[in-house]
């Protein structure tokens, strides 16, 4: 059975999307500040994928295969990029399978270019915790704000 989709903020009987409206929520308000209440809803073993090719030459690109290798990645991302905002428009879940669906804003600390794409994650959780994580976004814009294209 699939859940009806739910606007952030609302109650929602998807655990899941409950514990990722929280996150997400905190995550825009501390503009990206809050990475280690996500990193706690990862299990050890994560597989954390981004849109971008692992031949980008940034932290961000290609897969991550624990936990601490998405440390890693958030620790470059508060490194690399400044959050401008963070808005989530919905969540569609399907039993431990929730996809967020909203849009982003980043500017790059290196070269100043600012990224403001749609954004889509797709989570998989397994007993509470997010063993699969994908994220999309525009990622031609990224390549161009950090001069790889």
């Given at each position: 059975?699939?859940?009806a989709?739910?606007?952030?903020g609302s109650a929602?009987?998807n655990?899941?999307v409950?514990a990722l409206?929280?996150?997400?929520a905190r995550?825009?308000?501390t503009?990206g500040?809050?990475?280690?209440?996500?990193?706690a809803?990862?299990d050890?073993?994560?597989?954390m994928?981004?849109i971008?090719?692992?031949e980008?030459?940034?932290?961000?690109?290609?897969a991550?295969?624990?936990?601490?290798?998405a440390?890693?990645?958030?620790?470059?991302l508060?490194?690399d990029?400044?959050?401008?905002?963070?808005?989530?428009?919905?969540?569609?879940a399907d039993?431990d399978d929730v996809?967020?669906?909203?849009r982003?804003?980043?500017r790059s600390?290196a070269?100043?270019a600012?990224v403001?794409t749609?954004k889509v994650d797709i989570?998989?959780?397994?007993n509470g915790r997010?063993?699969?994580?994908?994220?999309?976004?525009d990622?031609?814009a990224?390549?161009?704000?950090v001069?790889?294209?």
């Amino acid at each position: 059975m699939t859940d009806a989709p739910a606007q952030p903020g609302s109650a929602h009987r998807n655990a899941n999307v409950t514990a990722l409206d929280r996150a997400y929520a905190r995550w825009s308000e501390t503009k990206g500040g809050c990475a280690d209440e996500v990193l706690a809803l990862f299990d050890d073993r994560v597989e954390m994928r981004s849109i971008l090719a692992a031949e980008l030459p940034s932290e961000l690109a290609g897969a991550h295969a624990s936990k601490e290798q998405a440390a890693d990645y958030f620790a470059a991302l508060a490194r690399d990029w400044e959050m401008l905002y963070f808005d989530v428009y919905q969540f569609i879940a399907d039993g431990d399978d929730v996809v967020m669906v909203g849009r982003c804003a980043w500017r790059s600390r290196a070269t100043g270019a600012e990224v403001d794409t749609p954004k889509v994650d797709i989570w998989h959780f397994e007993n509470g915790r997010a063993t699969r994580f994908m994220e999309m976004f525009d990622s031609l814009a990224f390549a161009r704000a950090v001069g790889a294209v």
